[in-house]
């Protein structure tokens, strides 16, 4: 199993896996590391990706884009008219007040919701992961912009898991970035020491987004963010557009705007012109040929005339990076303590914003990590730190919440019952404990506080509804507790809600009495929680003595007075979808994707019998003329070419069994064709191969007959069985060749170059063993051992030597007496 990270871009979306103990982007279907962020329904089939993208011009009206500005959004937001009026696919408002569109599949008119597109695209973009990586991924880490609010979020899980995609964690894309700054550096101060900050700028093409943040080893803490959601490259490229329609109507006198197709195709070269600008300052050439109406155009522009009319552009991305610095300033960081300001994303190439920012933040910019793939790879880099799959370097991420969350209850109003629980800029793992006191089952609501600051100003997240709350034994109001807290996804969430159910007190015991609050919080973090759960010191003898002594001395335990009830809370979130509702999309996704599997089988059928068709008509009248008769070659180019004429018909609506079919049909006329010719290529070879063997088994024969030391060691009868061998398998083959020799190549040959090869190989089988027979060891004669005389008696010894004899002892030679 393996895990992704995925960067879903507005126009490309990137795929990255841990991969061979570092981070890899994955290609798509076109060798592309970009995917265009496109899906395109056509009558028989959905299409995505980069053959969407090429649909566009032609397939305006069913193929969409821009689904990631669109998700969780209301449809009468004025962003998101805005955003639908860039593209050419109908819309209209669905149910639940978000987007739908209107596309034609399979004949018929259907609608279908932002976030199925969404879920479409997530299934195509798994297949790509699958095929570079040759294993299943079921999950991943997504990488989503830091002002996404809570709807936002909910859609894009929902489109997850009617995808069947399983989300590790919605990642902030700011985060991620840092994330893939940080991990890798080895110089990175203790805790102990002052952290390093840098900000991280991602001005990518529909959105600015920056960061501030501290990093030290092992964790990274986001300081603040600031972002423009309105503003990126295509802002740009807009500007451009404006630009020369303007000049277009009055040169060409044409309307441009008019024409969705014509847009499109001036918003290509827009972009492009954008990218030369950043290259060349002075005036560049601007050509369309045909653009519409058969008309050519042509203009100049350049760098200076460009940055003049963005203006107000580059105005609001100096108002974002002022933003981050008073909001540093507020919590009294200065500038100058920051490292580095780290930049990626596509529109940061553009000339005048790297002088803004330079000029902002008083530091050159730095591009050490990569421009478009920086948030993929953070992302892949948090999804092998929370797969068990995976041994990577631990590294913690906090991040902040960009909105104030209000909780509002029943009976309050504007300045009454009312807590604000997050603060705008705050943590967004922390936990908050709140106490009401009721009786009865009640409803709170959590929302935005500053709805101005949320897209589409839609403050409302959700409605609780917490069941189950009984009144006490004595009929009063009883206290219940609720935790609320941000989840990983940064998605607001009751996490538990539970009534201390107040019991009866004995004859004689007190009730202790506190005073009720609306709501209490409490915030608990995951220090705090490991600092209450630590061992605590061990204590001297004379601390337990007095330890076991003021035991001693402390009345009883009291008895229990409240027990723990666990209640239900039912949530209500807008324009969430019920569980009925997701399994049956999860249930159409299923069958969409049965529906292309199968259009798509049955292109590669007709494509394979298009191909072959073409490739016999060539063959027959080439390679293959000599192993075909003249008639049957005359008959087979017949039903080629009716079988062509089949399929330039209409013949669009048949079925991937036709295909196969005819193919069969035709390959059952050529296939003898072509294993003449195969036979014809591999028989040469095989009667060499067959002579070689018999020459070495026949020089063998006439070495041990001619008596050559080296096979005298072998049996005549041995020597014998292989002559015999070589001269049936020559007389063998010497008759087949004969018979071949009169046959037309056209004809059934009349031996194949298998049955060559197993002659001999059993030639090989039989002969083999013979030659290479070993000679016999030989052993080395033995040598003799003397016998040993028994040693002579001193009476047998004569009389001593006499002294002289006996000085020089040494040196004299042994004698023998008898």
Request: charged residues 30%; glycine residues 6%; proline residues 5%.
């Amino acid at each position: 199993m393996a895990v992704i990270g995925l960067d879903l871009g507005y126009q490309t979306s990137l795929i990255a896996a841990p991969r061979g103990g570092g981070i890899d982007t994955l290609l798509n279907d076109y060798t592309q590391r970009q995917t265009a962020s496109v899906v395109s329904f056509t009558e028989k089939q959905r299409i995505l990706g980069e053959s969407a993208r090429m649909k566009l011009s032609a397939n305006v009206k069913n193929t969409i884009g821009g689904f990631k500005r669109l998700i969780g959004r209301q449809y009468k937001d004025a962003d998101v008219q805005e955003e639908l009026s860039h593209w050419g696919y109908r819309h209209q408002e669905l149910p639940d007040g978000t987007v739908g569109v209107v596309v034609s599949h399979l004949r018929q008119e259907k609608v279908i919701s932002v976030v199925q597109v969404m879920a479409m695209f997530l299934v195509k973009l798994r297949e790509f992961a699958e095929l570079n990586l040759k294993t299943k991924v079921p999950s991943g880490v997504i990488g989503v912009p830091v002002w996404f609010n809570d709807a936002q979020r909910h859609a894009l899980l929902d489109a997850c898991q009617i995808a069947g995609f399983g989300c590790l964690k919605l990642f902030n894309e700011t985060s991620a970035v840092a994330l893939a700054y940080g991990i890798y550096k080895q110089d990175l101060p203790a805790e102990s020491e002052p952290p390093r900050r840098v900000i991280f700028v991602d001005f990518g093409h529909s959105q600015l987004q920056m960061s501030a943040c501290e990093l030290v080893k092992g964790k990274l803490t986001v300081l603040g963010t600031a972002y423009n959601a309105n503003l990126g490259g295509r802002s740009f490229d807009l500007v451009l557009v404006d630009h020369f329609c303007k000049l277009f109507q009055e040169k060409y006198k044409l309307n441009v705007k008019a024409n969705p197709r014509a847009v499109i195709r001036l918003e290509q070269e827009c972009e492009k012109l954008k990218k030369q600008m950043s290259s060349y300052s002075q005036s560049l050439p601007f050509n369309i040929e045909c653009l519409m109406e058969e008309k050519d155009v042509s203009a100049k522009l350049s760098r200076d005339e460009f940055e003049q009319m963005s203006a107000p552009l580059l105005v609001a991305v100096e108002q974002v990076a002022q933003s981050l610095v008073a909001l540093l300033a507020e919590n009294n960081i200065n500038l100058s303590e920051f490292y580095a300001v780290e930049v990626v994303g596509g529109a940061s190439r553009i000339p005048a914003v790297k002088n803004i920012l330079t000029k902002t933040f008083g530091k050159d910019l730095s591009t050490t990590l990569n421009l478009d793939e920086a948030v993929a790879r953070g992302c892949a880099l948090k999804g092998a730190i929370i797969s068990p799959t995976f041994r990577v370097r631990d590294f913690a991420v906090l991040e902040k919440t960009p909105y104030a969350v209000t909780l509002r209850w029943a009976g309050g109003d504007e300045s009454g019952d009312t807590l604000d629980v997050y603060s705008s800029n705050s943590a967004s793992h922390l936990t908050k404990q709140l106490s009401f006191q009721r009786n009865e089952a009640f409803e709170f609501s959590a929302s935005y506080k500053d709805a101005a600051a949320v897209p589409g100003q839609h403050a409302l997240i959700g409605n609780y509804k917490v069941e189950g709350v009984t009144p006490s034994y004595d009929g009063e109001k009883q206290k219940v507790k609720i935790k609320v807290k941000l989840d990983d996804n940064g998605c607001f969430v009751v996490d538990s809600a539970v009534l201390m159910d107040k019991l009866p007190l004995a004859e004689g015991e007190v009730a202790e009495v506190k005073a009720d609050a609306k709501a209490e919080p409490m915030e608990t973090d995951a220090a705090t929680e490991a600092a209450a759960s630590s061992e605590e010191p061990a204590a001297t003898p004379a601390a337990a003595d007095a330890k076991d002594k003021a035991k001693d001395e402390q009345p009883k335990k009291k008895a229990k007075t409240h027990k723990s009830v666990d209640l239900t809370v039912v949530s209500t979130r807008p324009s969430s979808l019920a569980s009925g509702t997701l399994q049956k999309l999860v249930e159409e996704e299923l069958e969409m994707q049965s529906q292309d599997r199968m259009e798509i089988e049955k292109s590669i059928a007709r494509n394979a019998l298009e191909e072959y068709i073409y490739d016999m008509r060539d063959k027959i009248g080439s390679i293959y003329e000599e192993f075909i008769k003249p008639e049957e070659k005359e008959t087979f180019s017949s039903k080629l070419d009716t079988t062509l004429d089949w399929l330039s018909g209409d013949t669009e609506e048949e079925t991937k069994t036709v295909y196969v079919e005819k193919l069969n049909e035709l390959k059952g006329t050529s296939k003898p064709v072509e294993a003449r010719h195969s036979e014809a290529a591999l028989r040469p070879e095989a009667e060499q191969s067959l002579r070689n063997s018999l020459a070495k088994a026949r020089r063998f024969v006439d070495l041990a007959s001619a008596g050559d030391e080296a096979y005298a060691h072998i049996d005549p009868k041995n020597v014998q069985k292989v002559a015999d061998e070589v001269q049936a398998r020559e007389k063998w083959l010497d008759e087949k060749v004969q018979e071949q020799l009169k046959k037309a190549k056209y004809d059934p040959p009349v031996v194949l170059a298998a049955a060559i090869v197993q002659q001999r190989d059993e030639l090989d089988r039989i002969a083999q063993p013979i030659i290479s027979t070993p000679k016999p060891k030989v052993e080395p004669p033995k040598e003799e051992k003397k016998e040993e005389k028994p040693a002579e008696t001193k009476e047998e010894a004569g009389p001593p030597p006499p002294p002289e004899a006996a000085a020089g002892e040494k040196d004299a030679a042994p004698m023998e007496h008898d």
